[in-house]
């Protein structure tokens, strides 16, 4: 579990509700039915208005990946991509087919299949970069949904309160009431805030460096499919695959 994520979700959480104490307001205000319909049945009519069946059956899907802990190993594909390397260099491309079928990374499998099968390099790397766009194209798809919901939620918070608001004027002859009627309708603009900003845009941000490290992986995997067809030396390989990560996740030696 992406453990950042969730704190921040609690800190965000906090927020509100010491915001709402140290201000000397009842708990008990936050919890307001009427805002919770405006917000969240608002949030999901916009998705229902702005995306396909298709995209939407895909969100319990992208929750997951969420929530999921970023354990992308470039090092251990690039090692692998080496000893395949090493492999065709001492015994042809041919004698890849058992090493390349016990491959745990299906894109770098997929590559390496094309490889093998005699595949023209021209046509190894479209297909593996059309790939690659087929994949952007659904990230931005997800990212998209978030920010949708993210820039939806505190305008129909406004809205709640405006339906609060016409509330509270329609009952002035009960003063009495009239300070918790009102306080109430801002409820909803509360909920919109928080929801909007301190959990959806962030949710579009965590999403979009996902898909951008995802991204880079499977270019990373490109220029490896490609040395090797290439027939490049194991350590040049090496050497090109280390440039295009992190520095700190280079060996002592590639820094």
Do not use: W
Not at 40 to 60: D, H, T
Not at 188 to 198: H, P
């Amino acid at each position: 579990m992406d453990i950042l994520l969730v704190i921040g979700i609690i800190f965000g959480t906090l927020t509100v509700i010491l915001g709402t104490v140290s201000n000397g307001v009842n708990l008990g205000v936050l919890i307001n039915p009427s805002a919770l319909f405006v917000v969240f049945l608002g949030i999901i009519a916009v998705m229902l208005s702005s995306y396909s069946i298709a995209e939407l059956k895909r969100l319990p899907k992208i929750f997951s990946v969420l929530f999921q802990k970023d354990e992308r190993d470039s090092s251990g594909i690039i090692q692998s991509i080496v000893e395949l390397s090493n492999l065709a260099r001492r015994d042809g491309l041919l004698s890849l087919e058992s090493s390349v079928e016990a491959l745990d990374n299906d894109y770098l499998k997929k590559g390496m299949q094309m490889v093998v099968d005699g595949v023209n390099p021209e046509q190894i790397q479209e297909i593996l970069e059309n790939e690659i766009s087929g994949v952007e194209e659904r990230h931005r798809a997800a990212i998209q949904m978030f920010k949708t919901a993210g820039s939806t939620a505190p305008t129909l918070g406004v809205l709640g309160s405006c339906i609060g608001m016409i509330g509270a004027l329609g009952n002035l002859s009960q003063v009495d009431s009239l300070g918790v009627l009102i306080s109430a309708s801002f409820v909803s603009t509360v909920y919109g805030i928080a929801v909007g900003y301190l959990m959806m845009v962030p949710f579009s941000t965590r999403l979009t460096a996902k898909s951008e490290g995802d991204v880079q992986e499977m270019y990373m995997i490109i220029e490896g499919v490609m040395a090797i067809q290439a027939g490049l030396s194991p350590k040049t390989v090496e050497q090109k695959l280390y440039s295009l990560v992190e520095p700190e996740k280079r060996p002592s030696n590639e820094n």
